[in-house]
């Protein structure tokens, strides 16, 4: 599976963006699909999942209600829609899918076995 992440740009407090991640190679049927983020000197971090069976989501409890995970499957695509950005959202965001991954784990970036090459979030004045 080949990840290709976009979408992320510049945007000022309060803003909205949405990043997309689309799967080329296969489609993400049975997988989980995530977005973690990663901030300079920091390490990356869970933002959102989804289980592409059932369409169960989960978020970062710091994220729920501004951020929102969904699908188009005839797009073999996932989106991430970040709502009420604050400079703290900056960082790089990367998509990432992994097969058979318990719900315990879904949250760990060492769950997922494919990773695109993300994309930069820049939340500022």
């Known amino acids: 599976v080949q990840l290709q992440a976009s979408g992320g740009g510049s945007a000022q407090p309060g803003d909205s963006l949405g990043l997309s991640c689309t799967a080329s190679g296969r489609t993400f049927s049975g997988y989980s699909v995530g977005w973690f983020r990663q901030a300079p000197g920091k390490q990356r971090e869970f933002v959102a999942a989804m289980k592409m069976n059932g369409g169960h989501t989960y978020y970062a409890d710091s994220l729920r209600g501004r951020f929102t995970i969904s699908r188009d499957n005839a797009k073999n695509t996932v989106y991430l829609q970040m709502n009420n950005l604050k400079p703290e959202d900056t960082a790089v965001y990367y998509c990432?899918?992994?097969?058979?991954?318990?719900?315990?784990?879904?949250?760990?970036?060492?769950?997922?076995?494919?990773w695109g090459q993300g994309t930069q979030v820049t939340v500022s004045s």
């Open positions: 990432a899918a992994g097969a058979r991954i318990i719900l315990s784990a879904i949250r760990s970036p060492q769950s997922y076995d494919y």
